[in-house]
C-alpha cells in the first residue's frame, strides 16, 4: 500500500457527462501529480498542485480541469467525456514540490466512458 | 523537453535468468531516475531509484545502472522469479521537473 488513495477504483459514465476523480495524497506529502495511462499512451502527465498550487500543466484537456484543497486532498474533474477519454487515470504524491523525489501512486480509478 | 525511450517492449525470461531494461533520455539537464513495476489492476510501484551522481546501485536482486555520458540508464534483475512479472517503467526528471516516462515493458518470467 502507497498511502495514495483514490476513489472511485471504477467509474462507468456516458459521452457528453462530467466526472469527478479524487486522490487523498500520502500523510505529510505537498505535492499531488495527475498522470492518464491508456494503451497507446503510456502514462503522460496531466497536471501537479503544490500545497494548493498548480505547479505544472502538462497535456492536459481544457475539458479537464483539477484543484488541491487546504486539507491536501486533489480532485480532477472531467467534462464533456468523450470515448477517447477512457483509461486509467493515476495520481502520485511526494513531499517536495518535484518528482525529482520519490513519488508514490495511487492504485488508479478506471474510466470507461460508453 | 524530456523524452525517454525503452526497450525492449517485451520480455520473456525462465525463472532463475536475468533480465534487462535499458532506457535512454535526452534532457541532459535531468537527474533523477526512478524505476516503477506496475502489476495488472494496481498503480506504479517505485522499486528502485538512481541520482545523477551515482553509478550504479543495487537493492537485493534489483541493480540499476547509469551513464550521463551516454544518457542511459538500465534496470537488472537477477534470479527472476514468477512474482517479477510484471510492466516495468523507466523515468526521467530534471530538478524542477515532473517524472518523463518510458513506453513501459511487459516483462513474463515462465518457470
Known amino acids: 500500500d502507497s498511502g495514495v488513495t483514490q476513489t472511485p477504483k471504477h467509474l462507468i459514465t456516458a459521452t457528453g457527462q462530467r466526472v469527478t476523480l479524487r486522490c487523498s495524497p500520502r500523510?505529510?506529502?505537498?505535492?499531488v501529480y495527475w498522470y492518464q495511462q491508456s494503451l497507446d499512451q503510456g502514462l503522460q502527465f496531466l497536471i501537479h498542485?503544490?500545497?494548493?498550487?498548480?505547479?505544472a500543466k502538462g497535456n492536459i484537456l481544457e475539458r479537464f480541469s483539477a484543484q488541491q484543497f487546504p486539507d491536501l486532498h486533489s480532485e480532477l474533474n472531467l467534462s464533456s467525456l468523450e470515448l477517447g477519454d477512457s483509461a486509467l487515470y493515476f495520481c502520485?504524491?511526494?513531499?517536495?514540490?518535484?518528482?525529482?523525489?520519490?513519488?508514490?501512486f495511487g492504485q488508479g480509478t478506471r474510466l470507461t466512458v460508453v | 523537453g524530456e523524452n525517454v525511450e525503452q526497450h525492449p517492449s517485451t520480455l520473456s525470461v525462465q525463472e532463475g535468468d536475468s533480465a534487462v531494461i535499458k532506457c535512454t533520455y535526452s534532457?541532459?539537464?535531468?537527474?533523477?531516475f526512478p524505476w516503477y513495476k506496475q502489476e495488472l489492476g494496481k498503480g506504479p510501484q517505485l522499486i528502485i531509484d538512481?541520482?545523477?551522481?551515482?553509478g550504479e546501485k543495487k537493492d537485493q536482486r534489483i541493480a540499476v545502472t547509469l551513464n550521463k555520458t551516454a544518457k542511459h540508464f538500465s534496470l537488472h534483475i537477477t534470479e527472476t522469479q514468477p512474482e517479477d512479472s510484471a510492466v516495468y517503467f523507466c523515468?526521467?526528471?530534471?530538478?524542477?521537473?515532473?517524472?518523463?516516462f518510458g513506453a513501459g515493458t511487459q516483462v513474463v518470467v515462465t518457470p
Open positions: 502520485a504524491s511526494s513531499v517536495a514540490g518535484s518528482m525529482n523525489t520519490e513519488a508514490f
Open positions: 538512481i541520482r545523477s551522481n551515482v
Open positions: 500523510s505529510g506529502d505537498l505535492s
Open positions: 534532457d541532459s539537464a535531468s537527474n533523477y
Open positions: 498542485y503544490y500545497n494548493g498550487e498548480e505547479r
Open positions: 523515468a526521467a526528471s530534471p530538478s524542477w521537473g515532473k517524472l518523463q
